[in-house]
């Protein structure tokens, strides 16, 4: 089915493979019914490197590709171009929408396409999926959310800024989250499974946890949501603070889930994000 895109020229593209951490770490596509097509800039930039001699299969190569920085300091990058089809060169600018290069089958490929990639301000790679028709992560953004999370099987793992990663580890489950704001402030919640001991019997029943406000793996009272239980599901509302305006909300998700914005229940918004029974795995939170 084709899906709107901002990579490929027309607008519309097919997802031949997703994004998988260290393993596919970005999309493949192609043009809609599955054809070949025109890459093209995602958004305004300037072409950091490229590659146009590539003609052959090539072992853990992206063949021919181009690389562009954007006016915010993230990266995108396109592989697999066909030979000598590169439209621009190291140091131009381009505009979003401007032809890169066709469509090809060179480098480690097996089959024409386009792999695409997103890289953060410090050049590691991100999920791409949710700028495929979305602008790119803002480096400069009015309130930046910073967050962290605990799973099951790592403990607490590092800081997250914005989305330029995700929150989680090797699919172990979430247990704990801790989330701040660098202006305004926001409160948040999990919702902890039912415990059943060996016997299938319930021992302790899947319920909402008070609200925190925190930010301070140390203080179990108010640093964190949780309580070394596994989640699944997430509440967060963000307060704007007098200074900003319009007024912002939370926008969050889990498990690539579509996004939940503040509390809200309209548009099919459940109030929270999460699924009651199935594990959270991975957390994203920016506010906007």
């Known amino acids: 089915m084709s899906v709107k895109c901002r990579v490929i020229e027309g607008g519309y593209c097919e997802i031949t493979q997703g994004y998988k951490a260290g393993v596919h770490n970005g999309i493949d596509v192609v043009g809609p019914g599955y054809t070949l097509a025109w890459e093209v800039a995602h958004s305004d930039g300037v072409v950091v490197a ?7 299969f090539e072992s853990g190569s992206y063949g021919n590709y181009v690389k ?134 319930v021992v302790r029943g899947a319920e909402w946890l008070p609200y925190v406000t925190g930010y301070n793996i140390d203080d179990f009272n108010n640093g964190y949501a949780g309580d070394g239980r596994q989640i699944d599901a997430v509440e967060v509302y963000y307060y704007t603070p007098s200074d900003i305006r319009p007024y912002k909300k939370a926008k969050y998700r889990v498990n690539n889930y579509p996004w939940q914005y503040d509390n809200e229940t309209t548009g099919g918004q459940d109030g929270y994000a999460g699924e009651f029974g199935k594990n959270v795995l991975k957390f994203q939170i920016v506010i906007e």
């Open 50 to 56: 490229t590659r146009n001699d590539c003609n052959w």
């Open 68 to 201: 562009i920085r954007h006016d915010d300091g993230y990266y995108t990058l396109y592989a697999h171009g066909a030979y000598n089809t590169v439209q621009v060169s190291v140091g131009q600018r381009v505009s979003r929408g401007q032809r890169l290069m066709y469509m090809g089958n060179t480098g480690e490929s097996y089959g024409g396409h386009l792999h695409w990639e997103v890289r953060n301000p410090s050049d590691v790679r991100i999920d791409p999926s949710p700028y495929l028709d979305k602008d790119l992560p803002s480096s400069n953004r009015e309130v930046d959310t910073y967050y962290r999370v605990r799973t099951k099987k790592h403990g607490w793992l590092p800081e997250v800024k914005n989305l330029e990663d995700y929150a989680g580890w090797e699919n172990s489950p979430i247990t704990d989250i801790a989330i701040k704001v660098s202006k305004g402030s926001v409160k948040y919640r999990v919702h902890c499974k039912e415990i059943k001991n060996t016997n299938g019997k």
